[in-house]
């Protein structure tokens, strides 16, 4: 984790696979941004789970309910769009 990173209070980082996610500097990250280095999406199915690195570069902005999967580069300087649910 780089330094003068922001808002990692509520978000999900895969505490499983932590050491496969490199966050630079001054990221700041939006309320329930969701960082997972595994994806057992496919293990019912296929019996596979990929697990990858996740990397983000300096001066980022991860929007809300961003869901950042494995093996994702972001680039510096870039912001991430998140996702809200309006009203029912």
């Not at 580069?73 to 991430?80: A, E, M, Q, R, Y």
Request: aromatic letters at 10%; one cysteine or more.
């Amino acid at each position: 984790m780089g330094k003068n990173c922001h808002g990692l209070a509520g978000c999900t980082i895969d505490y499983a696979h932590c050491w496969l996610i490199e966050i630079g500097d001054n990221v700041t990250f939006a309320p329930q941004a969701y960082l997972l280095a595994h994806d057992a999406s496919t293990k019912r199915y296929l019996d596979y789970t990929k697990i990858a690195k996740i990397k983000i570069g300096n001066n980022v902005f991860i929007g809300a309910r961003a869901l950042i999967m494995p093996e994702v580069s972001i680039g510096k300087n870039t912001i991430v769009a998140g996702s809200w649910k309006c009203g029912d």
